[in-house]
């Protein structure tokens, strides 16, 4: 019988905290039904509970709604309350049951799938797992180990649901190296269980620097998704300032792949004094980041010292890629804290990361531009050979010319060009606060909000074109 067992932990991802000691587990025959069970069926399946530790256990089973955050993380809920939840059509057997060490119990759950219902919806069995004698604790203190396990359920009737995906949002955040923020969207009903893609960074030529495979990962409808995609270039491999292009394509497995693209500016620094130093910062070992504030031709404490005073200074802000020194693409008071990090152990430039400062100014007359660019886009497939004439006139057309071609070579048809995509400031709002996002992610949406103008979406399609 080729049941395949899986360690339940695996599948819940960061979702909740699981406690549970090394040696021992609690094993799952499945952790995940996909079906595509036609409307009105009704059908019963079953999974395994294996008991891989020394001691009985007591097991637990409740259905509850689940999702996930930005993030990917699961977050569960009471069954019933998500808009799609497929709970109320699940009922489960035994509910409750008293499992030995290396027995396994069958868990069987009928599902009966209402006449009207379009896409996919979802619910989850939970196991929960108890000692069925807490474990002797020292006195004072009873500690009871809880684990929960996820068996997610996700019912599509065939033939019924859209696929629909967008990138809403993109974003680099630190340039040494360069951290990409992709976010998407699933606008269809139907769940999206593998997402991949790529991102392209190239230069005001059009030339390819970087391509970066982007790892499966799931959406579930009307969810987001932000991905941080980090480069593969070394520490201290600094772009030069000018202006690139990130390209981002998505296949969510939909008639169409979403697409997006970013300009990233990168400005010369213009170095000049910091407070009191009496000449401009240095960087001691050539990696971008300029770890002597005070130029006095060492790292000490008195660096951080004077970066902290001056930290919103012009001096420091108009040149945040200097002082970055945890790559997360700004000079605020987590930089200090990294360079008395470094101060106090000596070193100089274990962690090269020199940031550009990110023009987010767009000329005034790039709208007019990319409008032609994407009219140019929609030529297909001949508009590759204006490229020549695109990039003499700007090199923002020449790559988004290029970027056409490589589609093509790549066997993607496309782009088809829509209008610039300028994500409605009020519709982003409510984000921050539903998704709890926090630290850097939560800040980058904060910006992202301001900056959405600067995304500019394409739709491309399936499809082969002649080899170029
Ligand atoms: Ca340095
Ligand atoms: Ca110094
Ligand atoms: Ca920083």
């Known amino acids: 019988m080729a049941r395949r067992w899986l360690r339940a932990g695996a599948a819940l991802g960061g979702g909740l905290s699981l406690l549970w000691l090394p040696a021992s587990a609690l094993l799952i025959s499945h952790i995940e039904f996909d079906l595509a069970l036609p409307r009105g069926a009704v059908d019963t399946l079953a999974f395994f509970v294996l008991n891989n530790e020394s001691d009985p256990l007591e097991i637990q089973i409740s259905l509850a709604d689940w999702d996930r955050d930005i993030l990917g993380e699961n977050r569960f809920y009471p069954p019933g309350t998500l808009p799609r939840s497929a709970a109320p059509w699940l009922s489960v057997s035994p509910l409750r049951f008293d499992l030995e060490p290396n027995k396994q119990q069958e868990v069987r759950f009928s599902i009966k799938v209402p006449s009207d219902i379009v896409g996919t919806y979802w619910a989850a069995i939970m196991v929960e797992a108890a000692p069925k004698q807490p474990q002797p604790q020292p006195p004072g203190t009873t500690v009871i180990v809880r684990r929960r396990f996820a068996v997610k359920v996700l019912e599509t009737p065939p033939g019924t649901g859209t696929k629909d995906g967008r990138i809403t ?29 790529r991102i392209e960074l190239r230069d005001e030529k059009g030339a390819l620097i970087e391509k970066l495979d982007v790892e499966s990962f799931p959406v579930l409808p009307g969810a987001k998704r932000l991905l941080k995609v980090t480069s593969a270039r070394k520490r201290g491999d600094l772009l030069p300032p000018g202006k690139y292009l990130v390209l981002a394509i998505l296949d969510y497995e939909g008639e169409t792949l979403a697409g997006g693209q970013f300009i990233l500016r990168i400005k010369p620094l213009q170095l000049v004094p910091i407070g009191t130093a009496p000449a401009p910062p240095q960087d001691l070992d050539g990696d971008g980041l300029y770890e002597d504030i005070t130029a006095d031709g060492k790292l000490t404490l008195d660096d951080p010292a004077l970066l902290g005073l001056n930290i919103d200074k012009p001096a420091v802000q108009e040149n945040a890629r200097a002082f970055d020194f945890d790559n997360d693409g700004d000079a605020d008071f987590d930089d200090v804290i990294a360079l008395k990090k470094m101060a106090e152990e000596g070193r100089t430039g274990m962690r090269p ?46 790559l988004r010319v290029d970027a056409h071609g490589a589609l093509a070579r790549a066997g993607l048809k496309g782009p088809k060009a829509r209008n610039s995509h300028r994500l409605p400031v009020a519709d982003r709002l409510g984000d921050g606060a539903k998704h709890r996002v926090h630290g850097l992610f939560g800040r980058l949406l904060a910006q992202a909000r301001l900056l959405g103008y600067q995304l500019r979406q394409l739709r491309l399609v399936h499809g082969r074109y002649p080899p170029c």
């Open 353 to 398: 990361s020199g940031l550009a400062t990110l023009d987010r100014e767009l000329p005034s007359h790039l709208d007019d531009l990319e409008l032609l660019a994407h009219h140019l886009l929609e030529l297909a497939p001949g508009a590759e050979a204006r490229h020549g004439l695109g990039g003499d006139h700007d090199p923002l057309l020449g």
């Open 169 to 197: 949002l993109i974003d680099v955040r630190g340039l040494n190296p360069p951290n990409y923020f992709i976010e998407f969207e699933n606008r269809g009903t139907i769940h999206a269980p593998r997402v991949v893609g």
